[in-house]
Antibody, heavy 120, light 106 residues
Framework: EVQLVESGGGVVRPGESLRLSCTAS????????MSWVRQAPGKGLEWVSG????????AYADSVKGRFTISRNNAKNSLYLHMVRLRAEDTAFYHC?????????????WGQGTLVTVSS | DIQMTQSPSSLSASVGDRVTITCRAS??????LNWYQQKPGKAPTLLIS???TLQSGVPSRFSGSGSRTDFTLTISSLQPEDFATYYC????????FGPGTKVDMK
């Protein structure tokens, strides 16, 4: 059974940093690209960042480019999102999602998400 | 970035109704279009990829069509478990979701 479990969310002040993690199981992790998708409470889905199966190619939404960094450790079946200079508008549930193929999408399995709250 | 729009933003329907949701891309995306279903408090699930490929386990009452800029998700006979919000997403370039269509009970 495919499982994706996010961790690392919490409450931070504007300008601070946070690192999210996602632990994957039930599939061959390095066969798939991975993404982070966020959803502010009561709002729609926003694709945030993606990384290909090997980690050599990454992409970001314009809203986070230059502030967020995605990475992966295939030996640990783990995906990460390092977020700096956080803003109030970054407040959201952050979901880890598996790419159906080796690139950035579509996302065929999702974790339940970890909540990031940016507030002074 | 390639932007996505959806219509309608919400609709009310009854069990057994045929439901159609439209998604439009700001430029051609070939068939790199995916549809997701999301129920309250749950993570989204992938219904259809590549415009018309039904994911394993998804009921055949769901279908997708379209290419280039105009796409459609059709539910042939709405069932009680289909009341949810539906999102399209382009993966032709940096992935981008549409704003969503909420399907609720009439």
């Amino acid at each position: 059974e495919v499982q994706l479990v996010e961790s690392g969310g919490g409450v931070v002040r504007p300008g601070e940093s946070l690192r999210l993690s996602c632990t994957a199981s039930g599939f061959t992790f390095d066969d798939h690209g991975m993404s982070w998708v966020r959803q502010a409470p009561g709002k729609g889905l926003e694709w945030v960042s993606g990384i290909n199966w090997k980690g050599g190619s990454t992409a970001y939404a314009d809203s986070v480019k230059g502030r967020f960094t995605i990475s992966r450790n295939n030996a640990k079946n783990s995906l990460y999102l390092h977020m700096v200079r956080l803003r109030a508008e970054d407040t959201a549930f952050y979901h880890c999602a598996r790419g159906k193929h080796g690139g950035y999408g579509p996302q065929d399995y999702w974790g339940q998400g970890t909540l990031v709250t940016v507030s002074s | 970035d390639i932007q996505m729009t959806q219509s309608p933003s919400s609709l009310s329907a009854s069990v057994g109704d045929r439901v159609t949701i439209t998604c439009r891309a700001s430029q051609s995306i070939s068939t790199s279009l995916n549809w997701y279903q999301q129920k309250p408090g749950k993570a989204p699930t992938l219904l259809i990829s590549a415009a018309s490929t039904l994911q394993s386990g998804v009921p055949s009452r769901f279908s997708g069509s379209g290419s280039r800029t105009d796409f459609t998700l059709t539910i042939s006979s709405l069932q009680p478990e289909d009341f949810a919000t539906y999102y399209c997403q382009q993966t032709y370039s940096t992935p981008f979701f549409g704003p969503g269509t909420k399907v609720d009970m009439k």
